[in-house]
């Protein structure tokens, strides 16, 4: 018997030790001190990019402090991936697991991504990075063949979208689940940085990054900025922010917020909005112009379009404006960065607001959370009167 234990402690050994040299303990029972989560859903001519994104992020991992995992969905239509790239032994790993679902605009797919995030990689700071093409106000991460049969994926099937409020409850569960570990959240997408947007995301991270105007591709931050979270035991989300905005140049504006005064965004509103809705109607501001349109919606500067809209109608909001400004720029914008300096100076306040064009769309969005607690369609009702 005792023979039997020798040899069965020693098969144990040499199964431990196989284990640990091709990483397949080290990646899902290590503690990484960050874990960049990206869902790259580039079924769309974004897909061109999507090998040199994943090259760039693997070259970021210089040491075992760190990891990334991507979902990444691309034209092959056969199905998505799910990609993990970590350090084990001095040497970078990286393995690949299928998925069979084709479509990444299926919230229930985000969902069993950040399920096995979860279960599989462990970390003291995550940082959430949402990839593609922004759309209309609530859409994200547009999937042109989100079918797996290619038959399906035929011109009479429009493009799929991700819902963004789908989204964002799925991190806020997930950030929930990791004790409030998600540090920043990065919506790399355009035009994400309306205040309707912005709001939905309160609860899923400290820092959130965002841009009110176009995004553009690939991108150049990657690598430089994993090796600067590599390096650095006490970088923050902030940090790894501000190093995003200094190493890419490929956006035109990129704004930090603080998530905890983004909670307080209705009461800081209210007074704006009360001020607003006093008249029965009110003149629209002829003069402002929109800052990004996408199909039949408009979103413009917050603050070119609020001080236009009081100056319209009678100087009838700028107090309680200068005060929600003020709010604005010195605590919910932790740090902003331009990085085109061609850009309109009147169009900089860091925020947008989708305002509707037409009476038919006053009531498409009232299902987010911003119109749930404030007043805001009633101002945009009273435009119309």
Known sequence: MGKYKIC?????????????????????????RWVFVYYMSYDNDLNVHGSRILSELEKGIINDEIAVVTQADFNDIKCMKRIAMYNSGGKTKRKELSVKSENSADANELKKYFDWV???WKAENYCIVLLNHGGALDD???????????KKNNKLIMAKWLSGIEAAKIIADFNRSVDNKVRLLFLQQCARGSIQNLYSFTDTCQYLMASPAKVGAPNTYYARTLQAAAKGPDITGKNIAQNIMLRDKDYTLYILFDCNELKKLPEKLKPVL?????????KWPKECKPLFRYEDEEYYDLKSYFQSLSRTNGDICDKELNAFFDWIDNELIVTRRLNDKSFDKSWQSGLSIYVPSDPSQLDRYDFLPIYKQTNLENLMRLTFQ
């Open 8 to 32: 069965f402690a020693g098969l144990l050994i040499v199964l431990l030790m196989i284990l640990l040299a091709v990483g397949l303990l080290s990646s899902e029972n290590h503690v990484y």
């Open 118 to 120: 979860r279960s599989n």
């Open 140 to 150: 994200m991460c547009k999937d042109e063949r989100p079918f797996g049969e290619a």
């Open 274 to 282: 009360d001020s607003f809705v006093k008249p029965e109607n009110l």
